[in-house]
């Protein structure tokens, strides 16, 4: 029997909650928050706290707050006998201030409200000692048959690439629901490309999986499609991400 | 019962008319093609021809060519009864040569031996008569739920969305792989993130699922992210979108 204390009551915090709320194995000690708002969710299932002194002991002390509280977070707990781990992509583990130090980064982007199935979620672990990395990975492994001991320098150009990966991709979904309301014309229409788009990556590397004008080289449909942005940010972006395709191509040859 | 020729031997060509061999209310009559390489695996199938003049008569000739090779190839065809229709997200209809003229867009990027599914996925319609119209609408209807009646300009809007959707947003998993094979890192670690992009969107519209240091203006992690990124153009990149994101919530404001 593993247990944790949680420490943060925002997103992050509640899906790994949730989640395991299933695992038997696990026994999630206590929430400790600043908000009791928040906290209100929690204390249903286990006991919360939002005074620092009331922390109780445990294996693992799981920090899930915004990546510029995590140092400060880290203090709190310090002096704990478990292991303190943060679940951000981007710090490094070095940030924590405590003795025994972890990373437990879940690569998935989580949405409020939007159940996520964990048992296909790489989670990316790191420890400043054997114990605790076996600790973690023992704690990761009831969620997901993907664990993953990574170090704090390869996490950050992993979420790195997850920023391409997410949020900049779903960024183009959103120029292109732009594109399409100003024609009034439903999101809708592009959803299956989308999902196609996506599912192609099971059969394909994007590298090979590549078409459109820019890969064609096809200078004419470009300068109309350029023609038709109004929006400058827009046509910055389309020439842009042309002219990379184009360079990832004749690099090749 | 409706009858075709199917103009064209390449991807689109290949996918529609596999999709169309499974309806039994549509008579497949013949494939022209210049290339009797690629002609004969249709010819497993239906009568094929290299012989402009051995075309036979249809109420629907399907050009699905390259682009610019729309308005020679449908001079072919231009004495012949039935409407000709190209597949072309971004020729309007107008570059047909022939008095009956039409288009048959389906809306998806086609993989080369990846089945596709067409009962989702959107076809894009328009003719220059109403009985052409009737016909192509009749036509679209045996593959698909979603026909949709679209003018060429708003289909050309159509495809300049789709670019973003699409060709755009598989460069970004590229770089995202490239970023991951950089560090030895599996891009499988980043394909659940992707997929949950995805997914995302059907419960939330794009605008609203948007996270990221974009987003939250966490001026720190992406100067971090900058400082990473060893190709020049992938830094560019990662500004101008940044940038843009950041804009399009600043306009919400």
Tied chains: 1, 2.
Excluded at 128 to 139: M, P, Q, R, V
């Amino acid at each position: 029997m593993l247990s944790f204390v949680l420490i943060g009551t925002g997103n992050v915090a509640t899906h790994l909650f949730n989640a395991f709320l299933n695992v038997d194995e696990v026994a999630i000690k206590q929430v400790f928050g600043r908000n009791r708002e928040t906290l209100k969710y929690f204390s249903e299932h286990c006991s919360i706290t939002t005074n620092i002194d009331a922390i109780v002991n445990a294996d693992i002390y799981l920090i899930a707050v915004t990546d510029d509280e995590i140092a400060s977070v880290s203090e709190i707990v310090s002096r704990k006998p478990g292991i303190v781990a943060h679940t951000s992509g981007s710090i490094s583990m070095a940030s924590i201030r405590s003795k025994r130090k972890g990373v437990f980064y879940p690569l998935q982007s989580f949405t409020k409200n939007k159940e996520i199935d964990f048992t296909k979620i790489p989670i990316c672990i790191e420890a400043s000692d054997e114990k605790g990395l076996s600790t973690l990975n023992t704690f990761a492994n009831f969620l997901t048959e993907s664990v993953n001991e990574i170090s704090s320098e390869k996490r950050k150009k992993l979420h790195l690439a997850a920023v391409f990966a997410n949020n900049f991709s779903n960024h183009l979904f959103q120029i292109a629901q732009e594109l399409c309301e100003t024609e009034s014309l439903p999101f809708e229409l592009i959803q299956p490309l989308i999902l196609e788009t996506v599912d192609k990556l099971s059969v394909l590397n994007p590298k090979k999986a590549q078409t459109g004008p820019a890969r064609r080289n096809d200078v004419l449909t470009m300068q109309q499609h350029l023609d038709e942005l109004n929006n400058p940010i827009h046509k910055k972006i389309y020439q842009l991400l042309s002219q990379s395709i184009k360079e990832t191509y004749e690099k090749k040859l």
